[in-house]
């Protein structure tokens, strides 16, 4: 199981940097050697485990000299030449942050209208997510921005799994099938999903029944520990004991999921 990718997605609100930062926490307690990158947009993941936002690491992606450094550009140019491959290989050591046993890296993501792929900033992101899928040896779990697009820049292709938060709401499964549509075509072999914010067993039978060829690892209930967590900035790992046993359960079902797949993976 070393060296595994794991990127966690939902449409916003669902809770998915909250179970991206549980589950860091908790195969970093396994021993594992664990690095979290938060590419979300609104970089909330350094909250989830407890730092002030005094503290809050910088985004990459908001390091402008770096960026056209790299990419070969000037700091500000717009619509010249840049390099689609850039070196990116000694930025995460440089730019992590040790965090309750793990390692942090703070991306961000292209926020500006068009802000896609063909743009210094785009190359930039996805060649760093590239070396970190591809090259590097760390269990690397990854909080995907909200919703469909990063999926559509093919930012993630080569991870082992992608785990999909959902609530009880049509809107939510619709973003969760839709995402696991995008992931088969890049090739992403195991594709899940987590029940959030449950509040009945009603809702786990409706959850379901609407997802479509997507594994439900587990589900999560509704707790108010949780909410408090995020609203006083502390670990969500002090959430409370109900949500850590639930999302051990979530993880145990991810590594049967994984195992599963590499067992029987084709040799050729």
């Known amino acids: 199981m ?31 050697d664990v690095l979290a990158i938060d590419a979300d947009p609104n970089a909330n993941l350094a909250s989830a485990f407890g730092i002030p936002s005094e503290q ?45 046993g ?29 070396y970190t899928i591809l090259q590097r040896q760390e269990l690397v779990l990854i909080d995907l921005a909200a919703g469909v697009e990063f999926l559509g820049r093919a ?44 509040t009945d067993a009603a809702e786990i039978e409706i959850i379901k029944s609407q997802l ?3 594994t439900l690892l587990g589900t999560v209930s509704y707790s108010r520990s949780v909410q408090q967590a995020d609203l006083k900035r502390t670990p969500v790992i002090k959430a409370g004991e109900e949500f850590m046993q639930q999302l051990r359960e979530v993880k145990g079902a991810l590594i049967d999921l994984i195992s599963v797949s590499i067992a029987t993976k084709d040799p050729a």
């Open 155 to 198: 930012s993630v292709q080569g991870i082992d799994a992608l785990v999909v938060v959902v609530e009880p709401g049509g809107r939510s499964i619709e973003t969760a099938n839709n995402m696991a549509k995008m992931a088969v075509d890049l090739g992403i072999k195991n594709v899940a999903a987590v029940g959030n914010k449950i």
């Open 56 to 100: 809050n690491p910088i985004p990459l992606i908001k390091m402008k000299d770096l960026i056209a450094e790299r990419t070969g550009t000037g700091r500000d140019a717009v619509g010249t030449y840049f390099r689609l491959n850039p070196k990116v290989s000694d930025l995460p050591d440089k730019h992590w942050l040790n965090v309750n």
């Open 102 to 130: 793990l390692k942090l890296l703070v991306l961000g993501a292209i926020t500006q209208g068009g802000g896609g792929c063909a743009c210094p900033e785009g190359a930039f992101l996805k060649a760093l997510l590239t």
């Open 212 to 214: 479509k060829n997507i």
């Open 2 to 32: 070393l060296g595994l990718k794991i990127a966690i997605g939902g449409k916003g609100g669902v809770g998915k940097t909250t179970f991206c930062a549980g589950l860091s926490q908790l195969f970093a307690e396994s021993g594992f």
